[in-house]
Structures are given as structure tokens and as C-alpha cells.
């Protein structure tokens, strides 16, 4: 059973920066697909990026060339560099976790409890 605890979420203004974190206990990251997820007030829950077993990377279009996804398996942990954030950035962020990367959600074993990002314009 994989534990994910997301943090560095927080309130920026238009073209600012939030790196977040996602903290991988339980089990290791190193081997699994992890996803950045994020749902705002009214709305589904979308992609944003990705990273394979392979670490092959994968972004929505709206966030490619602004946001970067790695991962430290010595810190067993997942990060999402946010540059040049955008309101319409805003949203709650959720990691997950699964054997093999994919960019539907519902495929996705587990889940932390997210982090909360707001770009003011």
C-alpha cells in the first residue's frame, strides 16, 4: 500500500512559481507511473503531467514548456515545478500512483490528498 502526501501548494500571483511535492511512503516510486492530476471548483478533474517508469515524461498542452515533472528515488519523492502560473492554473493538485503511467485517472491505484494552488491575476 503506496501512501502519497502532497505539499507546497499556496496562494501566487500571475507568472509566479510553486514547485510541489509528493512524498511516497509504503512503497517505492521509483518503478511506477506517477501523474499530477488537478480538479478546480466546477470542473472535471484534468492530466497534467506525467512521468513513465522509464522517467519518459508527459504534459497537457496547456502546461507544456511552464511545468516540469521528476522524480528522487533516493527521496522516494515526485515533484511538478510550476513556472509562469496562470488563474487558470488554479486548482486543487493531486499525485498518484500506478504500475504503469497512463493519463486517465481512473487507472490510478493511489492517490494523495492533495494541495491547493491559487494564482491570482
Known amino acids: 500500500q503506496v501512501q502519497l502526501v502532497e505539499s507546497g501548494g499556496g496562494s501566487v500571483q500571475a507568472g509566479g512559481s510553486l514547485r510541489l511535492s509528493c512524498a511516497a511512503s509504503?512503497?517505492?516510486?521509483?518503478?511506477?507511473?506517477m501523474g499530477w492530476f488537478r480538479q478546480a471548483p466546477g470542473k472535471e478533474q484534468e492530466f497534467v503531467a506525467g512521468?513513465?517508469?522509464?522517467?519518459?515524461?508527459y504534459y497537457t498542452d496547456s502546461v507544456k514548456g511552464r511545468f516540469t515533472i521528476s522524480r528522487d528515488n533516493a527521496k522516494n519523492t515526485l515533484y511538478l515545478q510550476m513556472n509562469s502560473l496562470k488563474p487558470e492554473d488554479t486548482a486543487a493538485y493531486y499525485c498518484a500512483a500506478k504500475s504503469v503511467f497512463n493519463r486517465n485517472a481512473r487507472l490510478y491505484d493511489y492517490w494523495g490528498q492533495g494541495t491547493q494552488v491559487t494564482v491570482s491575476s
Open positions: 512521468i513513465g517508469w522509464n522517467s519518459d515524461t
Open positions: 509504503g512503497g517505492t516510486i521509483r518503478n511506477r507511473g
